[in-house]
């Protein structure tokens, strides 16, 4: 499985963005997990949004209201849609995957859990 993240950029306070995750090797008939993390110099990887091969979504606490994880209808491509950004969503933003794997089968914050990852793309919020 081979992952680019796309989309980022620099905005101010309140801006948004949407990042774009393309994935290949991924059978969309076949169960999978998908996920969002970021990093920041002063931060651990966090997971931020996760989305399974059902629509079940999950999102970190800081982020609800103002983030969506969705999957175009070909299930090659992870969006991540970030509205009302905030200066602390700067960060390395990563898309992750794990085959065969369901939300019920997946403690989606845990990092180590998912076996392929992008090279990140860079959002930065600034005042």
């Known amino acids: 499985v081979q992952l680019v993240e796309s989309g980022g950029g620099s905005v101010q306070t309140g801006g948004s963005l949407r990042l774009s995750c393309a994935a290949s090797?991924?059978?969309?008939?076949?169960?999978?997990?998908l996920a969002w993390f970021r990093q920041t110099p002063q931060k651990e990887r966090e997971a931020v949004a996760f989305?399974?091969?059902?629509?079940?979504?999950k999102y970190t606490d800081s982020v609800k209201g103002r983030f969506t994880v969705s999957r175009d209808s070909a299930g090659e491509i992870l969006y991540l849609e970030m509205n009302n950004l905030k200066s602390e969503d700067t960060g390395m933003y990563y898309c992750?995957?794990?085959?065969?794997?369901?939300?019920?089968?997946?403690?989606?914050?845990?990092?180590?859990?998912?076996?392929?990852w992008g090279q990140g793309t860079q959002v930065t919020v600034s005042t």
């Open positions: 989305l399974d091969s059902d629509g079940n979504s």
């Open positions: 090797g991924l059978t969309y008939n076949r169960r999978d997990c």
């Open positions: 992750a995957a794990r085959e065969r794997c369901t939300i019920a089968t997946m403690t989606w914050f845990q990092e180590a859990l998912y076996e392929s």
